[in-house]
């Protein structure tokens, strides 16, 4: 028989593994070992606040879970999509901002934005960003103010609008939710006579 310690694991794994199944079914595309690293990773950087649904979401809508993805100037030229080197581009604007990993967090230097390949810095650096957002006085405590925020900057802030990105980020979020299932067929009342 398992110790109370041992069952906590299995719990928390086994919660994990329906969390990584609903994802892997949302974006097929991924396999379920990823799904699950990705799953793990956004469960240790949950708060209250910003579950790991939301988080799922937002690298869902960002890069469809692309560890590799980078945003960035080069040749005074926006640049997004996924970036395999380790080492920066020749022509990286350096006072460009970056946004990097799956879910396009902030990174303030190149080296910053290769270890956001790592999903629980990337995971990390978006809750840790989210909740910045959170505080802001201009978002008051808004989830989807704050998703405004992390796609728009302060535009998405100040005007609450940012192309639809708070609205996407929600739309995956709650396909991940754990919903009851629902019946394969449709049950008919059986009467007695």
């Keep these: 028989m398992l110790n109370q310690p041992g069952m906590w694991f299995l719990s928390i794994a086994l919660k994990h593994f329906e969390l990584a199944m609903r994802l892997h079914a949302a974006a097929p595309w991924l396999p379920p070992d990823a ?11 949950a708060t209250d606040r910003v579950t790991p649904e939301l988080l799922l979401g937002i690298a869902f809508v960002e890069s469809r879970f692309d560890p590799t993805a980078v945003s960035r100037v080069e040749g005074g030229t926006r640049r997004t999509g996924s970036y395999l080197p380790t080492t920066a581009p020749a ?7 970056l946004y990097c990993g799956p879910l396009q967090t902030f990174a303030a230097s190149w080296s910053a934005c290769v270890a956001m390949r790592g999903l629980d810095v990337a995971y990390a650096a978006a809750t840790a960003e989210l909740e910045q957002w959170l505080r802001d006085r201009r978002v008051h405590g808004s ?16 005007t609450g609008r940012c192309n639809g990105y708070p609205a996407r980020v ?3 979020e709650q396909r991940l939710q754990d919903q009851p299932p629902r019946p394969l067929v449709a049950q008919r009342a059986v009467t007695r006579s």
């Design 91 to 97: 022509a990286l604007d350096r006072r460009a901002a």
């Design 170 to 172: 929600r739309w995956m």
């Design 143 to 158: 989830t989807a103010r704050a998703l405004a925020g992390h796609g728009c900057g302060n535009h998405g802030v100040t």
């Design 35 to 45: 799904a699950y690293a990705h799953v793990e990773a956004a469960s240790a950087a």
